[in-house]
């Protein structure tokens, strides 16, 4: 049966129905997203603005970076209730290109790496993200969040850049004090009512305290003006030659791999979070794409999945694309009319509520399970953790998934063995155990006694895999020392792949109907290259 209109209409009103997420929009459910949306506008705006400065731009740049992927990825993202924006991970990588190169450079980088994104998602290089590893999941969270928290620790200096100091006496303590009360509203509120997102509240109610006794502490407005105008579209003033793709392309590539890196691990968890299946991570790189691209187009820094401002959000009650639109309309409003307003909040209770999402975001668990884990598995995660904190996140999950890719090697060559027995008429059979591959193809080898084994020899495959074209060779070698021998070699139940692809050892196959089915990871187009020992 065809559905209706009506019927795809309730579908579009409800997008969370089948996704595990709030059943309708009741009133109550669109107060809740508003509220979120609105909690995450305020916490975007010191962000944009620090990662602005890190990136050596304006701070309207980072702002119309947050407001635009904002909104993109909010309409058209893998994910509802992820959250986007300029992100420090990036920034670090562009503060490079614009020393050397100016803003314009920028510009053009970002508009070439939302192609790139783009161009992974039409290609669904988003399931990629599968083959990251539980520990190095762990490691990525850790390091997110130790990154988190250091970011809050240039709150505490008064001044910009080299002349910043830190504080101390008085400032130090209003600072602090005014951190720990905001910490301490977000945690007490939940336990009396949750209609109003807690960290929505504990900015208010430090606001007010600051506000109504004029305390003299550090303000939104004094890391730079936030009031601004619409962004205008705005084509990158760089020559288009070979040499401005030289110059772009690299940077552009690095950020299109972190960008889509840190999104789609953000993607998988918010699945965690809200218990959603991780799906959309070839939606989600289109969205980044998209929305990079037209940022690229009106003048801002392009970014990614920011997942303190995510935590928040999920924490605040946002399931739903509602809240991360309404975060970008509010960021946008506070550019256009609510500066003096936003500016006046003090960054205390943004750092607290910073400090509230880096000890919700770190995987505490992690630190109980190190010692009941496999010993690897415990190195991956502070590896990973690590290489986060001291270099960028693409390198650290690349690093950890290298790192786990190699032991899984190590340890399934490390599983090839045979059993041996003889039949009545003196056959001798190998009974191969084990996955055969180029980590393994060695001890393979090493089973077998081509000069003392009896004129008769079978060797079955029933419970092992041939998974490679090392493999495939090592087949053929085998084969090939017992033809030298002058012996009669049998194999058994290899797959049709195999039978296809073995040339010399081909003829030695012997058909059986529970041959098993499954494909090689080889290309057809090389078999001519596979063999030539042996001949």
Known sequence: MKPTLAAFAKRLY??????????????????????????????????????????????LVGLYAA????????????????????????????????????????????????????????????KLIRLVPHPVMLGFVNGLAIVIFLAQLSHF????????????????????????LTMVVIWVMPKITRAIPSPLVAILVVAAVVIGFGLDVPRVGDLASIAGGLPNFHIPNVPLTFATLEIIFPFALILAAIGLIESLLTLNLVGEMTDRPPRGSSKECIAQGVANTVTGFFGGMGGCAMIGQTVINIKSGGRTRLSAITAALFLLAFILVGSGLIEQIPL??????MFMVVIGTFAWQSLLIMRRIPLLDSFVIVLVTAVTVMHDLASAVIVGVIVSALAYAWNNARRIHAHT?????????????????????EGFTEIFTPKDDPKTVIVDFMYSRVVDQSALQAIENMAAKYRANGKKLQL????????????????????????????????????????????
């Not at 997008?15 to 059943?23: N, Q």
């Not at 893998?78 to 503060?95: C, D, E, K, R, Y």
């Not at 200096?157 to 720990?180: D, F, R, S, T």
Request: proline fraction near 4%; charged fraction near 15%; include cysteine.
């Open 14 to 59: 409800n997008p969370e129905r089948k996704r595990g997420g709030p059943r309708k929009f009741s009133p109550n459910r669109i107060k809740i997203e508003v509220l979120a949306g609105l909690t995450v506008a305020l916490a975007l705006v010191p962000e944009a603005v620090a990662f602005a400065f890190v990136a050596g731009v304006n701070p």
């Open 67 to 126: 407001f635009i992927v904002g909104l993109i990825t909010a309409l058209i993202g893998g994910q509802p209730g992820m959250i986007s924006g300029a992100t420090g991970a990036l920034a670090v990588v562009m503060v490079a290109l614009v020393s050397l190169h100016g803003v314009e450079y920028l510009f053009a980088t970002v508009v070439l790496m939302g192609l790139l994104q783009l161009l992974a998602g039409v290609l669904k290089l988003g």
């Open 157 to 180: 200096k008064l001044g910009h850049g080299e002349a910043a100091q830190w504080m101390n006496g008085l400032p130090l303590v209003l600072m602090l004090g005014l951190v720990l």
């Open 348 to 353: 205390a209770a943004l750092v607290g509520v």
């Open 421 to 441: 027995r003889e039949t009545k008429d003196g056959t001798k059979v190998y009974e191969i155990i084990g996955p055969l591959f180029f980590g393994s193809i």
């Open 492 to 535: 058994r139940h290899l797959s049709k792949d195999c039978h296809k692809l073995l040339k010399r050892a081909g003829q030695l196959i012997v058909d059986s109907d529970d041959d098993p089915e499954y494909g090689l990871a080889v290309d057809y187009s090389v078999r001519s290259s596979i063999l030539g020992v042996g001949k």
